[in-house]
Nanobody
Framework: QVQLVESGGGLVQTGGSLRLSCAASGSDFSIYAMGWYRQAPGKQRELVAVTNSGGSTNYADSVKARFTISRDNAKNMVYLQMASLKPEDTAVYYC?????????WGQGTQVTVSS
């Protein structure tokens, strides 16, 4: 059974940085697309960044040039390096693991950016 555990969230001032980590259990990690999503209060969950099994990446326009997604297949880890954080980045950030009909989510980690 796949489990995803996020860590690294917290409170940071505008302009600051945070690094989120997601540890995945189970096998065949490398064949899955890994993504980070976020959900702010009163808003729908939205894609932040995704990296596929080949290592290519895609970002939401709102985070391009500020956030970087990376993965370490040897450690079953995916990371989200966030820089130049803004108050509008405040949300619960979720790790996602997906391949075909297989779709797994972590419990989320809170990121709060103070102005």
């Amino acid at each position: 059974q796949v489990q995803l555990v996020e860590s690294g969230g917290g409170l940071v001032q505008t302009g600051g940085s945070l690094r989120l980590s997601c540890a995945a259990s189970g096998s065949d990690f490398s064949i899955y697309a890994m993504g980070w999503y976020r959900q702010a209060p009163g808003k729908q969950r939205e894609l932040v960044a995704v990296t596929n099994s080949g290592g290519s990446t895609n970002y939401a326009d709102s985070v391009k040039a500020r956030f970087t997604i990376s993965r370490d297949n040897a450690k079953n880890m995916v990371y989200l390096q966030m820089a130049s954080l803004k108050p509008e980045d405040t949300a619960v950030y979720y790790c996602n693991m997906r391949r075909g009909f297989r779709d797994y989510w972590g419990q989320g980690t809170q990121v709060t950016v103070s102005s």
